[in-house]
C-alpha cells in the first residue's frame, strides 16, 4: 500500500477518514485486479469533487469580479477546472506516486495518464469535502488551483474554442451550449467519445476525442467554423 500518511504531511491534510483519502486515488483497473480491495473507485468522489471544485471557483469569480460578464467568468471557470490543469496540479502534488492503478494501466503514459491524475485531483476534493467540509476545499482549492487564474488571464489561454463558443453564443444568441455524449467506445484504457454540442435543443455539430472534454473542444471547434463566429 502506497504511504498515505506522507501524502498528508506533504500537503499539510490530514484526513479524520482515511480511507476516504485512499480511495481517492483508487482507480476503476485497480479493482479489476485487486477484488478483494475494501474500497470502492473513486469515480463517485471525483463527481462530487468536480461539483465542489465548481462551486468555489464560481463564488470566487463573482465575488471578485463584479464587473465582469457571465460569458467572461464562464470562460475562466472553464480554463481553471480543464483537465490540463487539474492534472498538473496533481502532478506538482506528487498525486502520481499514490494512484492505485492495475499493472496494464501504470504503463499507460501520456495524455491517458493525465487525464487520470486531472479526475483523481476531482476525487480528492470530493473526499475532503466529506471528510471535513466546504471551508478546508476553499482553502485547498485557492492554494492549489485559484491562484493560476491571474497568469491565465494575462495569456489569455483562457480563450479555447469550447470557452469561446460560449462567451459568443451568450452573446448572439442568449444561449448557454449544453455537451451531451452521444456514443463511447472501447476499453477503460482506450475510451473513445462522440460528443454533440446543442444551442438548445438542436444539435449543432458533434466532435470526437479519447476523452469527453478533447470531445467537447473538438465539437466547439467545428461549431464556431459552422456559424461562422470569429474567435
Known sequence: MKDFPKLEKKLNVFFKNKDLLVQAFCHRSYLNENPDFKLFHNERLEFLGDAVLELVITQHLFKKYPEQTEGRLTNWRASLVNSKILASVAQE??????????????????KARYYILGNT???????????????????????HVLVRLEKIIQEGSFRDSKSCFQELAQEKVRITPIYK??????????????????LEDKMIIDGQGSSKQ?????????????KDWNI
Open 93 to 110: 502534488l506528487n498525486f502520481e506516486d499514490f494512484l492505485l492503478l492495475s499493472r496494464g494501466e501504470q504503463k499507460e503514459l501520456g
Open 121 to 143: 485531483f476531482e476525487a480528492f476534493i470530493g473526499a475532503l469535502f466529506l471528510d471535513q467540509g466546504l471551508e478546508p476545499c476553499e482553502s485547498f482549492i485557492q492554494k
Open 181 to 198: 455524449v452521444l456514443k463511447e467506445w472501447g476499453p477503460d484504457h482506450d475510451k473513445h467519445f462522440s460528443v454533440g454540442v446543442f
Open 214 to 226: 478533447e470531445a467537447e473542444e473538438a465539437a466547439a471547434r467545428k461549431a464556431l467554423e459552422i
